[in-house]
C-alpha cells in the first residue's frame, strides 16, 4: 500500500511539472515530421524496409568509401546522428543511420522483445536485409551497448567499433527509467505524456542547455507520439533499467576490432569513469573525451565528434585524451 501511495505521489508531481498527455494526438507511423532541417542543407530522404514483417526506418548517404553504420540510444532515432551524418558524407563514407525497431519512424511490435540482445539481432537483420556485409559501427548509449553485443555475436559484421557515451557497465538509472519500470506506469505514462516531460528528458542528457531548441524537442516529441511508442519505451526502459548482463560487463577485454572511446566528459546519464574504465579494458582502444558535452555528443558537438569519427573510420591520427591525471 505505502509503495503504491508514493508511486501515486511520484506520478502526480511528474505530472504536474511536465504537463499532462491526456491530449496528445498520436501521430499516423506514415506522417513524417520534418521541420527546417538541424543541420546546413536538407537532410537525407526517409527510407523504409520490411525487414522479418517489421518496418524498418532508415537514413543512406551512398559513397565509394567505407560504410558507416549509425545506431541511436534510447529514446532516440536517426535524428540524433543528423548532426554528423553530412560531415562524414563529405569524407566520401558511405552511411547509413537506422531506427531501431521500438524507436523513431520504425515499427514498435506490441509482441517483440526489447532487450539488448533482441535490439541487436534486429540490427544485424537490418544489415542483412540492405546488403551492408560488414561496416563500421558507431553506437551511442544502448546503441553502443548493441554495437559491442554486434561486434561479438556477429564479428563479421563490424570492421571497427566507436563507442559514444555507450552503455556498459552498472549504473545508477535516470529517474525516466526508474519511473518506467515501477508498476502501473504503462498506463500512467500515456496520461502524463507531453511536450514537457520530452524537453525535461532532453535537458536531463545535454550540458548546454542554448542547444535545446523548440525544432530538437519538436523532433523527439514527434518520434514518440507515433502508434505503439509509449508502449515501446517503457517495455525498454524496463528492460534497460536492468543491470547489463554478465556478458556485456566482461566483454571489454575480449574485444578484437580496433575501438574508438568517444565520451562527453559531463555526461549526467553515463560518467565519464565509464569511459576511463572502457579504455584501461579495451586493448589497443583509443579514447577521445570532449569538454563541457554531455550524453549526446553528436548532438551538442557535431562538428568535433564527426571529426573524429572521420579520422578514426579513415585510419588517421587524431589527438587522444590520455588516461594519465584521471
Not at 515501477?182 to 500515456?190: C, L, T, W
Request: glycine share 10%; proline share 7%.
Amino acid at each position: 500500500m505505502k509503495r503504491k501511495l508514493i508511486l501515486g505521489v511520484v506520478l502526480l508531481v511528474v505530472a504536474v511539472s511536465v504537463g499532462c498527455g491526456l491530449f496528445v494526438k498520436v501521430r499516423p507511423a506514415d506522417e513524417l515530421f520534418r521541420p527546417a532541417a538541424g543541420i546546413k542543407g536538407q537532410p537525407p530522404p526517409d527510407n523504409f524496409i520490411d525487414v522479418n514483417g517489421v518496418k524498418y526506418h532508415y537514413l543512406h548517404v551512398p559513397g565509394p568509401g567505407t560504410k558507416v553504420l549509425l545506431i541511436h540510444g534510447f529514446g532516440s532515432s536517426t535524428y540524433t546522428w543528423e548532426g554528423v551524418l553530412p560531415w562524414l558524407s563529405r569524407e566520401g563514407f558511405d552511411v547509413w543511420a537506422v531506427d531501431m525497431y521500438g524507436f523513431g519512424w520504425s515499427d514498435k511490435p506490441k509482441d517483440a522483445a526489447y532487450d539488448p540482445v533482441s535490439l541487436m539481432e534486429g540490427v544485424n537483420s537490418f544489415m542483412e536485409a540492405v546488403g551492408l556485409k560488414s561496416a563500421v559501427v558507431i553506437g551511442n548509449s544502448l546503441g553502443g551497448e548493441v554495437t559491442l553485443l554486434l561486434s561479438a555475436r556477429h564479428p563479421d559484421k563490424v570492421e571497427k567499433m566507436a563507442l559514444v557515451d555507450a552503455r556498459v557497465y552498472l549504473k545508477k538509472r535516470p529517474l525516466i527509467v526508474t519511473l518506467a519500470a515501477m508498476p502501473g506506469a504503462r498506463v500512467i505514462g500515456k496520461l502524463i505524456f507531453g511536450e514537457g516531460m520530452v524537453r525535461s528528458n532532453i535537458r536531463a542528457v545535454f550540458y548546454n542547455d542554448s542547444l535545446i531548441t523548440q525544432e530538437r524537442i519538436d523532433s523527439y516529441f514527434a518520434r514518440l507520439r507515433t502508434e505503439g511508442a509509449l508502449d515501446a519505451t517503457t517495455a525498454i526502459a524496463r528492460s534497460v533499467g536492468k543491470k547489463p548482463s554478465e556478458e556485456v560487463q566482461t566483454m571489454p577485454p575480449k574485444v578484437k576490432v580496433p575501438t574508438l572511446i568517444l565520451w562527453g566528459a559531463d555526461d549526467g546519464w553515463i560518467p565519464v569513469e565509464h569511459a576511463l574504465r572502457l579504455k584501461r579494458e579495451i586493448p589497443g582502444s583509443k579514447m577521445v573525451l570532449l569538454e563541457q558535452c554531455g550524453h549526446v555528443p553528436q548532438e551538442e558537438k557535431p562538428l568535433e565528434t564527426a571529426r573524429v569519427l572521420a579520422d578514426f573510420t579513415a585510419g588517421r591520427d587524431f589527438k587522444e585524451t590520455p588516461l594519465l591525471g584521471r
